[in-house]
């Protein structure tokens, strides 16, 4: 087939824009030879298994799914009765991007907090976490926070844990959303356990897409007693993949050695390159109008900008406006962002806002 895309065009709107890490895509390649069983009897699946509980500990489990929406809905839908509901920010993005999936696939409420940085605390949860034997009312029966947010900011392992304890103390339990779960741990320069498992942590969706897989991601439980019925679910919820040995040699490719956590480092560390430029060009006078609406904290910058001047730096690198009507706009590094990548953007920048 020929390459039917010009591969000099780089962008800033989601680490989705990139492709396969090259040590990913040869371990699809290995994989592909001769046969495996299917639906998840495999080897790869099976070591993938030893994998996870060398990141997270004896006793957890794994299972390989699609993508981020189906872990996230899976997930949650195991942790629930049918009666259960969810708090979470409102800025989470079961709530705002996953096309109303949790309440229409997983059938569980939707209870969410507006945030300022992205992050619920034990104060903010409380303002939905009441109502327990009301019949009128869908009982709050799980947290589920994500790590990094949705706005790129990041919660502390010690956070985390305080969140878990006040879930836990209220009979309810924590999952979160990890679709950038390595970007959070090298942010932090922590063991993925230590902020999840460690931390009180019962649920996790642990994502790969954005960090150099194909497509992929995994449901794992953290607390055996936190999830029932996902050998089922994962099925009646069309996540149950027949060749799943191609899911789980990616993952195996991520974390089977320091992939993942390279990946993750780079990416956060052009965040922190785009955002360094984009300050120093402020106080020399090289980039005008320009403030930041959120800490870089991981691989997302959130900046808001001059009027017009989105749509005219998007004729050259593609991003997505965050809040449209104060003109705030997210720019994402991938783990093959480049520093020349950066560089031209910035340089892009400056000129539109200095014309």
């Keep these: 087939m020929s390459i039917l895309h010009d591969t000099a065009v780089r962008g800033f709107a989601s680490d989705n824009y990139s492709g396969i890490h090259p040590e990913v895509l040869q371990a699809i390649a290995q994989a592909n030879e001769g046969h ?7 080897v ?38 049918r ?3 969810v708090i979470s920010a409102t800025t989470a ?5 996953e096309g109303g999936a949790p309440e229409r696939i997983g059938g569980f ?32 029966l799980v947290v589920s926070i994500t790590q990094s947010t949705e706005v790129g900011t990041l919660y502390t392992a010690e956070e985390i844990k305080a969140l878990a304890d006040h879930a836990h103390e209220h009979g309810m339990k924590l999952h979160v959303d ?32 954005k960090n150099g897989a194909m497509l992929g991601e995994a449901i794992v439980v953290l607390n055996p007693s936190a999830a029932d019925g996902l050998i089922y ?4 919820n069309m996540q149950l993949s027949s060749k799943m040995r191609f899911i789980s040699a990616q993952l195996i490719a991520l974390l089977d050695g320091d992939l993942w956590l390279r990946n993750a480092q780079h990416s956060n560390a052009m965040a922190q390159r785009l955002r360094g430029a984009v300050e120093a060009g402020l106080r020399e006078g090289s980039i005008r109008g320009v403030s930041f609406s959120q800490p870089t904290q991981s691989n997302g910058v959130f900046a808001i900008l001059p009027d017009g001047v989105a ?15 104060r003109n705030e706009v997210r720019w994402m590094c991938s783990f093959d962002t480049q520093e020349s990548d950066v560089d031209a953007f910035v340089a892009e920048l400056g000129r539109l806002t200095t014309a």
């Design 93 to 97: 993005h079961i709530n705002v991007d």
């Design 233 to 236: 679910s994962r099925k009646f």
């Design 311 to 325: 749509d005219q730096l998007r004729s050259k690198f593609r991003f997505y406006d965050w809040d449209a009507s």
């Design 36 to 42: 495996q069983i299917a639906y998840g009897e495999d």
């Design 178 to 209: 990890g679709a950038r779960i390595s970007n959070a741990a090298a942010a932090l320069n922590l063991p993925l356990r230590a902020f999840t498992r460690d931390a009180g942590v019962d649920v996790l969706s642990f994502g790969g897409t």
């Design 83 to 85: 009666w259960g509901a």
């Design 44 to 81: 790869y699946t099976e070591h993938l298994q030893q994998v996870f509980t060398k990141h997270f500990g004896e006793g957890v489990t794994a299972f390989p799914v699609f993508n981020g929406t189906g872990a996230n809905v899976t997930g949650l839908q195991s942790m629930l009765p």
């Design 109 to 140: 409420k939707l209870l969410a907090v507006p945030t300022d940085d992205g992050k619920l605390t034990p104060e903010l949860v409380d303002r939905e976490a009441w109502g327990w034997g009301d019949e009128h009312r869908a009982q709050p």
